[in-house]
């Protein structure tokens, strides 16, 4: 087992992941028959987490 460009060729064949019809991210996993990324599949609402940060509008303004 090798890392690098060599070990790349196995990336070929069986997908896991599609592009998820919800968030369209490549996080729908075929299997598994849900997103990893918006919890499609899985739960009606959207995967979200308060832990998440880079969401915008979220940040807290200094009044002065
Ligand atoms: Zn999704």
Do not use: E
Request: one cysteine or more; proline letters at 5%; glycine letters at 10%.
């Amino acid at each position: 087992m090798t890392k690098g460009t060599p070990s790349q060729g196995k990336k070929s064949g069986k997908k896991n992941f599609i592009r998820c019809r919800r968030c369209g991210k490549p996080a729908y996993h075929v299997r598994k028959k849900k997103c990893s990324a918006c919890g499609f599949g899985k739960t009606p609402r959207m995967r979200k987490y308060s832990w998440q940060k880079k969401t915008k509008k979220t940040y807290t303004t200094k009044l002065r």
